[in-house]
Each structure stands twice: as C-alpha cells, then as structure tokens.
C-alpha cells in the first residue's frame, strides 16, 4: 500500500523545469488567459469559498496591475496544458487585492492547508515558500547588491558586474520524531502554544550533521535522555518561511528519567498510548492541528501504523 502523502505535499504539478529560460513560452503564458496565478502576501494565501475552502487562483490580466513595478512572478510548472504562477502581492493596496482576487480572498495557509484538497495544498505551499524565498533574498549575501530574478524566478542573480553569483532557492532540513518506548511516547510543549497543546520534539539538521545524529541530538538537548533506533516515516514541506520537515520514530535506549531544558520547552514528559487517546478526546491534551507532520507521527503511533 502506498503511504497516503502529507498535508501541504503532491501537489501533482508538472514543474517543467526546462521551460523556465525559454523566456518567450514564458511570456505566452503569462499573457494566455487560461493560465492561473496562486496569489501569496506573506504566508497568506488566495482561496476562494468555506465548506470546504479551495484554492482560489485567478488569471495573470487580474493580478497583473497588483505587480506593476514590483516583483515578477514565478513560473511554478504545468497542469495539464495550464501554466501555473505565484504572484507576491504583498506590497499592494489592500483594496486593490480585493478586487482582483474577489470573489475569493486572503487566508492563513496554517489555518486553511489541511482544509482544501491535496493537491491543492500541495500548490498553495509551493507558491508561498518560492514567494518567500524571493522576498528574503533581494540582496547578494556575498558583496551585498541587490539581486535580480531569472530563470523564471527559480534563481536570483546578483546585479555586480564584479561578482554576478548566482542564488537558487533553499530548503531547511528540519527533523521531527516521536521517541517511543514501548507503549508510551514522548511529547513537549513550548510556553507559547495554547494551553494543553503537546507536540513531537523536533529541531533544524546543523552542518556536518546526518539527520540520524540531529534526531539524536535534539532529543538528548529537548529531554536529557538517548535514543537508538531511528526510523524514517515521511516528510513535509513546511514553507513558514523554508522548511521541510523529516519525520521519524526513534525508540529510547537507556534511561527514560527526562531532563529538559525549559529555555526551549516549558514541558516534556511520557504519555501512555491510552492515556493519550483518551486526554486527546476529552480536551485535556490539545494534539498538534492537523497541517503539522507531527499529528501525523502522533496519530499513526496512536492507531499503531
């Protein structure tokens, strides 16, 4: 059976990456009416409706006058025959959005990415993390010029003649595990998530480091204690702004005495996999929504997946 992907992945779309310095297909696509923009302002994203909410993109002529003498839009690949973009319109009046995206608007791709279809989700968290890539590189990290977009804004370029080095966009490994031992699981919360709220531990891949040592690192600096077998479940795109998430299941070696460092968590403790289902459905224990790879690690521990 193949395993079910992950909210915010698959988007299914064709990225056609050699069509991204054919800058004449380029421009017929972006002048062809059938093609569709997914517009991003920050990490909010066009949607249209509420039961269930779709993605809401619309056509380059509407969105077009939002990016007059601003940032270029990205080609994101094909659906079909169909050319999809991203557009930043984050610098644009706010009436203005308004009115090119209506009947549909703005919203939270946290709040809404576990809500539209798969695919959709899937394209909604491409456009955002792609348009914040862009927005957080406008300047050469090597001599300091502004940076200009190219191959269809899958590349900056820096605008010194004396260095032109090139940019391409950046993903941050991040791992997530759930640390079991036998029928019980770790989980920690941080002092700002909402009350009850408990989650996988997790923490970015440093350099020179394998993702099988960065599981065992951030368990051993989150919880004081040692895992051994590290298992990979999944993975996940995470543009908030530049993640992808890499899911595992590590089990304890050693002692389960657990030593936090509450510079980082406000708690960490074990949970007995009954105890967990049951404080879940009451209320008592509020799991990670369920955008977040970790209900899913959580939820496949529960069902024992």
Same mark, same amino acid.
């Given at each position: 059976?193949?395993?079910?992907?992950?909210?915010?992945?698959?988007?299914? =779309? %064709?990225?056609?990456?050699?069509?991204?310095?054919?800058?004449?297909?380029?421009?017929?696509?972006?002048?062809?009416?059938?093609?569709?923009?997914?517009?991003?302002?920050?990490?909010?994203?066009?949607?249209?409706?509420?039961?269930?909410?779709?993605?809401?993109?619309?056509?380059?002529?509407? =969105?077009?006058? !939002?990016?007059?003498?601003? /940032?270029?839009?990205?080609?994101?690949?094909?659906?079909?025959? #169909?050319?999809?973009?991203?557009?930043?319109?984050?610098?644009?009046?706010?009436?203005? /959005?308004?009115?090119?995206?209506?009947?549909?608007?703005?919203?939270?791709?946290?709040?809404?990415?576990?809500?539209?279809?798969?695919?959709?989700?899937?394209? =909604?968290?491409?456009?955002?993390?792609?348009?914040?890539?862009?927005?957080?590189?406008?300047?050469?990290?090597?001599?300091?010029?502004?940076?200009? #977009?190219?191959?269809?804004?899958?590349?900056?370029?820096?605008?010194? &003649?004396?260095?032109?080095?090139?940019?391409?966009?950046?993903?941050?490994?991040?791992?997530?595990? !759930?640390?079991?031992?036998?029928?019980?699981? !770790?989980?920690? /919360?941080?002092?700002?998530?909402? &009350?009850?709220?408990?989650?996988?531990?997790?923490?970015?891949?440093?350099?020179?480091?394998?993702?099988?040592?960065?599981?065992?690192?951030?368990?051993?600096?989150?919880?004081?204690? #040692?895992?051994?077998?590290?298992?990979?479940?999944?993975?996940?795109?995470? &543009?908030?702004?530049?993640?992808?998430? =890499?899911?595992?299941?590590?089990?304890?070696?050693?002692? #389960? %005495?657990?030593?936090?460092?509450?510079?980082?968590?406000?708690?960490?403790?074990?949970?007995?996999? %009954?105890?967990?289902?049951?404080?879940?459905?009451?209320? %008592?224990?509020?799991?990670? &929504?369920?955008?977040?790879?970790?209900? /899913?690690?959580?939820?496949?521990? !529960?069902?024992?997946?």
């Amino acid at each position: 059976m193949t395993p079910r992907p992950n909210v915010l992945a698959a988007s299914g =779309l %064709d990225r056609a990456h050699l069509l991204r310095r054919d800058a004449g297909w380029q421009a017929e696509r972006w002048a062809d009416p059938t093609s569709r923009v997914l517009a991003v302002s920050g990490t909010d994203v066009a949607i249209v409706g509420d039961d269930p909410p779709r993605a809401g993109p619309t056509s380059p002529t509407r =969105l077009a006058p !939002l990016l007059d003498g601003g /940032r270029a839009p990205v080609f994101l690949g094909l659906d079909g025959v #169909a050319a999809f973009f991203a557009a930043d319109i984050s610098d644009s009046p706010l009436d203005d /959005r308004a009115a090119a995206l209506a009947p549909g608007r703005l919203a939270g791709l946290r709040a809404v990415g576990a809500l539209v279809s798969q695919r959709e989700g899937g394209l =909604l968290a491409y456009a955002a993390a792609i348009v914040a890539w862009h927005r957080r590189h406008g300047f050469c990290g090597l001599c300091g010029w502004p940076t200009e #977009a190219a191959e269809a804004g899958h590349l900056r370029i820096c605008a010194n &003649p004396a260095c032109r080095a090139k940019h391409f966009p950046r993903t941050d490994p991040v791992v997530i595990m !759930l640390v079991t031992d036998g029928d019980r699981a !770790l989980l920690g /919360r941080q002092a700002a998530w909402p &009350p009850g709220r408990y989650s996988a531990l997790a923490g970015y891949v440093e350099p020179g480091e394998s993702i099988e040592e960065a599981v065992a690192r951030e368990v051993a600096e989150e919880a004081g204690i #040692a895992v051994g077998a590290v298992t990979y479940r999944s993975s996940q795109p995470w &543009p908030f702004p530049s993640s992808l998430m =890499l899911g595992f299941t590590a089990k304890l070696v050693g002692s #389960a %005495d657990v030593r936090f460092d509450d510079d980082e968590l406000e708690d960490v403790r074990w949970f007995e996999r %009954d105890e967990l289902r049951e404080a879940a459905l009451a209320g %008592d224990v509020l799991l990670p &929504p369920p955008v977040a790879i970790a209900r /899913r690690l959580i939820e496949d521990w !529960l069902e024992d997946v």
